[in-house]
């Protein structure tokens, strides 16, 4: 390994953690633009509440979150991130996004000299 790759490799989950950083942003404060920022114009949300299940587009995520309004007492942080060529993963644990905990998983890919989420699935857990 180069040293080049060395410091690529230090960078990449630095990266993977800011575009996160912009979707926890964008949710606390229901700033659509800044949420929208952190996926890829095609991303999927899936997930299910109670048991039930949603399967949503993008535009459906951030509309949902646009109606919710803003969570200011959401806190959140990234649990794990592992990453591959142009391919991450990462979990996020979040609690008290407007009364709930989640656990989300997402796919993120490079996109030019970013990262962003490509789909996102999640766990609703109890209200809190």
Known sequence: MTQQDEIE????????AETLQRYIDGAR??????????FTS????SGSYGGK???WSLQEFCD????????PALEARVVSIE????????RLEALNWRGTRYTDFFVL???????RIDSKVF??????
């Open 9 to 16: 490799s230090f960078a990449i989950p630095q990266a993977i």
């Open 29 to 38: 404060a229901a700033d659509i633009a800044l949420l929208r920022s952190a």
């Open 42 to 45: 095609g991303a999927r949300v």
């Open 53 to 55: 299940p949603v399967s």
């Open 64 to 71: 949902a979150v646009g109606k919710g309004g803003a969570a």
């Open 83 to 90: 990453h591959s060529g142009g391919a991450a993963m990462a």
């Open 109 to 115: 890919v490079r996109q030019g000299e970013g990262w």
């Open 123 to 128: 766990f609703a857990h109890l209200r809190a």
